[in-house]
Structures are given as C-alpha cells and as structure tokens.
Nanobody, 124 residues
C-alpha cells in the first residue's frame, strides 16, 4: 500500500529555516516523481517543488533559491529544506507522488497519492 507521511512542520520566524520530511512506504521513492505542494486557506494546492526519478528538481519561482528538495534513498524519505522563510510561506504543505518521468508542478491531477499535510507558520 502506497503511503506518504509528512512531518517537520511548525512555527518559525521570518528569515529562519525549517526542514519538512515526506516518508514514503509501499513504493521506491527513487522510481517515482515526488513533489511538495502547499495550500493557503481557501485556495487550491500549488506546486512548490519536485524531484523526479532521475534526481532532477523543479521549483516554483516563489521559492527558487530558498527551498531545496532532496531524497534519502536508504530511508525512502524526501525532504524540503526551507530557508529564508517569509510570512507568505505560511501554508499547509503536502507531498504528492506519481508514476511518471517528470514532476510538473502545475499538473496536480497527475498525482495519485498524497500525504495528510503538515502546517508551516511563519511569523514576522
């Protein structure tokens, strides 16, 4: 059974750092596309960044240069390292997974498996 579990959310001050984890089970994280999304209250989920089976990463323009995605193959975990966070990064963060060669951030319908989300709150 494919399962994704996010953790690491919490409260942080603007300018600080936070690392989110997405623990995967039931599939090999190195063979799938896994992507971080975030959702603001009252809005649809939007892509933050993803990493495909080849290790290629893609990022939303709003987080480019501040957030970094990586995978731990042994632990089957994907990470989102958030640095220089801003109040506008406050959201619920989800990881999604799909079978496929690329991680397109705007193709949310392609993602077949989701975690339950973790809340990130950035105070000014």
């Amino acid at each position: 059974q494919v399962q994704l579990v996010e953790s690491g959310g919490g409260s942080v001050q603007a300018g600080g750092s936070l690392r989110l984890s997405c623990a995967a089970s039931g599939f090999d994280i190195t063979r799938w596309c896994v992507t971080w999304f975030r959702q603001f209250p009252g809005e649809a989920r939007q892509g933050v960044g993803g990493i495909d089976r080849y290790g290629t990463t893609r990022y939303a323009e709003s987080v480019q240069g501040r957030f970094t995605i990586s995978k731990d193959k042994e632990k089957n975990i994907m990470y989102l390292q958030m640095t220089s966070v801003k109040p506008e990064d406050t959201a619920t963060y989800f990881c999604g997974a799909r079978v496929g060669p690329t991680c397109l951030l705007d193709r949310i319908g392609d993602y077949t498996h989701w975690g339950q989300g973790t809340q990130v709150t950035v105070s000014s």
